[in-house]
């Protein structure tokens, strides 16, 4: 009957979410593996160009439903945006990161920890306090820890506050799926981020499309620029790879140097990397 059950369910995923019945049932599950502990933290690598090296790594959410099998983020995330579960789930997820980046700074010091905020933990007012709470109950310095927010949660209102009060803390920001977004240029004009991440989209177009060649090239000069890091992100291929650093890129992550792995992998393939 189990198994059953799970071909019947399996033959939605392509869609899974898209109907509310689905929704509710998601949002059921969600809470469930929240209090059960069902959810876990991979690590995407990300390589600096200049040195070679793996300077940090991406936290980024997992979910494996009993019945479902692995739930995609880009699935259950705006569910639980919706549904606020983001909320206690994006604390668990900040304090679990800080826990494992303070681990990794007696084997590999120095790396540091990006942690994907969403905009409904941004518009919180007590969004200091949980960041604060977690670096605090794992004694890691604040500058090990980056935060990535999507150019929407700097729309939300109060969010320049947020943003730089987080700085003031000594903790790094990174503008994520940069060019996706509205505003994109009048916002990063009125505060610094340290870093904008280059939207997957683009990157993949490299060698395939001359206008995501062009838009790439505009992003890394702009960046340039105005004393922005860039990081691409979702490199997959040498020809990509090539073209990011042709034009003075600074920082990649994607599947051509490390998919996003449990701890123990990233570990090992962070101390390869680095010795290698
Ligand atoms: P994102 O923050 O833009 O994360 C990058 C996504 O690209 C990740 O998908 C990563 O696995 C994937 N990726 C990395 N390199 C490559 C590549 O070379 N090729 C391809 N095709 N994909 C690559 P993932 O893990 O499925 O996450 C999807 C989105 O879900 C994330 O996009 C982020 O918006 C959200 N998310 C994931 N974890 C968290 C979290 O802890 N908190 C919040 N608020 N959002 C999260
Ligand atoms: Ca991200
Ligand atoms: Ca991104
Ligand atoms: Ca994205």
Redesign the pocket.
């Known amino acids: 009957a189990k198994s059953n059950g799970r071909n019947a369910l399996q033959r939605f995923t392509p869609d899974l979410g898209k109907r509310a019945d689905e929704r509710l049932a998601l949002s059921r599950r969600m809470r469930a593996a929240l209090a059960n502990g069902e959810f876990r ?2 690590y ?1 690598p990300q390589v600096d160009l200049q040195t070679n090296r793996v300077t940090g790594v ?5 979910w494996t439903d009993t019945e479902l099998g692995p739930v ?3 699935t259950f ?1 705006p569910i ?2 919706e549904n606020g579960l ?1 909320v206690p ?2 604390e668990w ?1 900040m304090q679990q ?1 800080c826990f494992q980046a303070r681990v990794w700074q007696d084997t590999l010091p120095g790396l540091r920890m990006s ?4 905009p409904r ?1 941004f518009a919180r007012g007590d969004i200091l306090r949980v960041v604060q709470r977690a670096l605090a109950r794992a004694r890691l310095s604040p500058r090990l820890l980056e935060i ?1 927010i ?1 150019e929407g949660a700097l729309m939300t209102l109060g969010a320049l506050d947020v943003l730089r009060a987080l700085r003031a803390m000594d903790i790094d920001l990174a503008i ?2 940069f060019g996706t977004g509205y505003s994109s240029l009048s916002y990063i004009r009125n505060f610094r981020a340290e870093r904008l ?1 280059l ?2 989209s683009f ?2 177009g490299i060698g395939r499309h001359r206008e995501d060649e062009v838009i790439t090239r505009a992003i890394l000069s702009l960046g340039r620029a105005l004393g922005f890091k860039v990081v691409a ?4 291929t040498e020809t990509q790879l090539a073209f990011l650093r042709r034009h003075g890129c600074s920082v990649v ?4 140097f490390a ?2 792995m449990p701890a123990a992998d990233a570990h090992a393939f962070i101390r390869d990397f680095n010795e290698g």
């Open positions: 933290l991979v995407q991406e936290a980024l959410l997992r995609s983020p880009a995330i639980a945006e983001i789930i994006g997820v990161a942690v994907n905020l969403s933990q990535e999507t994520d799926d991440k939207d997957m990157v993949s992100e979702g490199v997959e992550q994607g599947y051509r998919r996003p």
